[in-house]
């Protein structure tokens, strides 16, 4: 029992990694073989970056203890707003700055709402998913931009790879990833990122800069959202306001399938990204099984429930241990 | 005589309106351990507060070995070498011990502006000595704070400023929900603060507790000190019969 709660605690990721072996190999068998065929790994490897990118901000927010559900509408935001500027020819790249700083404003007032009016981050954000979509709605005024023909979007797009297995924005995401998963196990700040969530009076008591912290962990959050937004854009070569609704709320799934814990400190990169492959996979997986796709949310409904169950079991069963112990 | 490693001189301290400190003056020499007593709201938690620099006062002055010290943060509490365990834990129960041990101060290999990655073979290495040193057994530092007894997580708190060559302890309450056994192994890692000498200051409302390991009790009722003296030179009885 006491292994099941350190393997827990250090690997939270490995039992949605063995869920994920066991969903790949019935969908293969299932789907003659068509699963894990090139065609098929190439249409879940392009989508797994968007959603990816997206989870892993949310997953660091969560471990330093906040929440972050107007990620879906900055996707939506970030994009339009670079959109709408290189329409009027102020060039590729100062467009895409333009939009991160919008990224950054919101992220940083996420942030500054939350700490300073001492309200759940839960409620700052709920309200800023509605006046990001809604701003997002009226930039495009109706008429979504169009995009100039010459911006690099081979930088995000381009298949590559063996067989063209993966897109440019694969190598974005994977190159995310690491930095993000160092950050969080081989550096100080993701040291105080943990503790930040872990315990917030203990982290104060030790001098860690508590409210820096999360403002770093929003700002993250909103950034990465935001790229994958643009890079979801790029993708389908057309801005449209309504992209990645209720995409905070898969991002939310992924975190806690993966083994983030709802209540902070806990949590890993790399069980973010099982999360959300977990979801892409059984999206694909239904399809090409011919399930009635509908039951795609149910399936994601579940398997959510379900691993929240698990964690809290398994943190009920640790802390019988600790009174063992005591 | 060296100076006091700590003096307060006519310390107050409001709390809107709750006059929390009156006119506080307290010294304490280097290698004393020194038992705080008094009842509940008596303002022995305000008084460390300030040392600790979690508050600060609101008139008069604190000296740490004789310099004025302002102190803003903990964490300037910690840079002059005062350390405070909390009766609610201060570790972090989701981290290992060693990551606890040096939260806040972690060693880098390589680093810019106090940001880098950890040197996480120091980490292990060092906690190892450091737990080793207050006298607590445990089988890794990687064990996680969580799996330990409420006991071990106060004799981590203790090996923890230990290691960071605290001049001063002070210890709010530590015994606070623990079972006899536990506090009696809290009660041995302050006894064994001043083989070390480590200067201390133990707070508890348990009069037998702090005759049991300090040199010299301080009694406070009301936001005054109204005791204060050798341990050799009273007794249990005295001390409670006037509180
Ligand atoms: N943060 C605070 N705000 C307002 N009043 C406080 C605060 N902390 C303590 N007090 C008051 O100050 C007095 C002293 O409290 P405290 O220092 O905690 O006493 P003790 O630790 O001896 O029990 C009490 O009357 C308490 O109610
Ligand atoms: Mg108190």
Request: with cysteine.
């Amino acid at each position: 029992m006491r292994n099941l709660f350190r393997i827990y605690l250090e690997k939270p990721e490995l039992a949605g990694i063995a869920l994920l072996a066991v969903l790949v190999a019935v969908f293969e068998l299932r789907s003659g073989g068509t699963f894990l065929s090139p065609d098929n790994l190439r249409g879940i490897l392009g989508l797994l970056p968007e959603v990816g990118l997206v989870a892993i901000g949310v997953t660091v927010l969560m471990i330093c203890g906040e929440f972050d559900l107007s990620v879906g509408s900055v996707f939506a935001l970030m994009p339009m707003v670079a959109a709408e500027l290189m329409e009027r020819n102020i060039g590729f790249l100062p467009a895409i700055l333009a939009g991160f700083a919008v990224c950054a404003a919101i992220g940083l007032l996420n942030g500054f709402i939350t700490l300073r009016f001492a309200i759940p981050s839960f409620i700052t954000t709920l309200g800023m998913l509605f006046i990001a979509r809604s701003l997002t709605v009226v930039i495009s005024g109706g008429f979504p931009p169009v995009l100039p023909d010459d911006i690099p979007s081979w930088l995000f797009t381009q298949f590559i790879g063996p067989g063209g297995l993966i897109r440019m924005s694969f190598l974005w995401f994977v190159a995310i990833a690491l930095l993000a998963s160092a950050l969080l196990s081989l550096t100080n700040v993701g040291n105080w990122i943990k503790s930040t969530g872990g315990f917030l009076e203990a982290a104060a008591a030790m001098g860690i800069p508590v409210n820096g912290v999360k403002m770093g962990c929003f700002l993250l959050s909103s950034l990465l959202a935001g790229f994958a937004g643009l890079i979801q854009v790029l993708r389908l070569a057309s801005p449209l306001p309504s992209i990645g609704e209720g995409l905070e709320l898969q991002a939310v799934a992924a975190a806690v399938i993966g083994g983030t814990a709802l209540t902070g400190g806990v949590g890993t990169v790399l069980g973010a990204i099982v999360g959300a492959l977990l979801i892409r996979v059984i999206d694909n997986g239904l399809v090409l099984t011919q399930v009635d796709a509908n039951w795609f949310k149910f399936a994601v409904g579940a398997l959510t429930i379900f691993a929240v169950v698990a964690n809290s079991w398994l943190r009920r069963a640790a802390r019988s241990i600790r009174i063992e112990a005591g | 005589m060296s100076a006091p490693i700590v003096e307060c001189r006519g310390v107050h301290k409001w709390y809107a309106g709750v006059h929390a400190l009156k006119d506080v003056n307290l010294s304490i020499a280097p290698g004393e351990v020194v038992g705080l007593v008094g009842d509940n709201g008596a303002g022995k938690s305000t008084l460390i507060k300030i040392l600790s620099g979690v508050h600060r006062q609101d008139a008069g002055e604190l000296l740490i070995e004789g310099k004025p010290a302002e102190m803003r943060s903990p964490k300037d509490a910690m840079r002059l070498g005062i350390e405070t365990i909390y009766q609610s834990n201060s570790m972090v129960p989701t981290m290992s011990i060693a990551r606890n041990l040096f939260l806040g101060r972690e060693p880098l290999r390589i680093g810019i502006f106090g940001v880098g990655l950890l040197d996480k073979e120091r980490m292990r290495r060092e906690s190892v000595h450091a737990i080793a040193d207050v006298d607590l057994h445990l089988r890794s530092s990687e064990a996680l704070v969580g799996e330990l007894s409420g006991g071990q997580r106060q004799g981590v708190a203790i090996a923890r400023a230990m290691h960071f060559k605290s001049k001063l302890l002070v210890l709010d309450e530590p015994t606070n929900h623990l079972s006899v056994k536990e506090t009696n192994k809290v009660l041995g890692f302050i006894r064994g603060l001043k083989p070390q000498g480590v200067t201390g200051i133990f707070i508890s409302h348990n009069i037998h507790h702090v005759f049991q390991c300090c040199d010299r009790v301080i009694a406070m009722a009301r936001g005054e000190i109204v005791f204060d003296r050798a341990v050799d030179a009273t007794s249990i009885d005295e001390i409670q019969e006037m509180l």
